[in-house]
């Protein structure tokens, strides 16, 4: 039967520097050279990971935490968040006098044009402070929003029932349609390829990884994972520095164990 493999990216391809490791690059050409299908399941929107895209040869892809999905550079499921809603969560964060950033499948744009919190956990990425636009929610289509509060401070989140959250940073919490998940949109890509779901394996880190684990056949959680985490994983494996992707693809059957990784960069 065909196989397919969903990566998050952040800690779990990517190092805590952001980079790729090459034994993780040459384990995942490795599964597309022996018929088994490659696939990211990530909390970033589509314009965040092109390049890596382009790099592991991947065209079909979960984003914004599964509200956009995407089989062979084709959009099979798109669940944007009410404008509505969306101005229901600005009128409380505001009160709070928390910063908001919106993201649709091309950009982000935020609601604050100096938020040190906005800084930090972008930072944290890699990425830029973005663009100042408080009306852009309103113009176009929002897959995701980024709420940038503490985790003591979020309890007003929970009379906001049309959402879900997950917090990826000590500053930054996901926000999604209710009911959105990684999980969800795997079902959704893996219907489109008449897959199994015991045929599906899964890796991954974050808070928002543990219903992806918990959904597919075979759960891998890093080595670096919370430990939350590893709880719901079928197996743990090392690090993402240290060949974590590699060890965990062999110990689940999908690599050889005579596959033999390129040295990551920390070992060089």
Known sequence: MKKIVFFDIDGTLLDGDKN?????KDAVHALQK???????ATGRAP???SSLLKELNIDS???FNGQYVVFENKVIAATSISTEVLKDIEESANKHEHALVYLNENTLKTNAKNNDRIRKSLGSLKMAYPGYDPEFYIKKDIYQALLFTKENEAGYLTSLPEISFVRWHELSLDIMPK?????RGIRQLIARLGFRMEDVYAFGDGMNDIEMLQEVGTGVAMGNAHDIVKEHADFVTTDVENDGIVKGLKEVGLLAD???AAPSPSRL
């Open 20 to 24: 790729l490791p090459d034994s993780a």
């Open 34 to 40: 022996n018929g088994i299908y490659t696939a990211i």
């Open 47 to 49: 314009f965040m990971i």
């Open 61 to 63: 892809y979960v984003c």
């Open 179 to 183: 009911g959105g998940s990684k999980a």
């Open 258 to 260: 005579s596959f033999e």
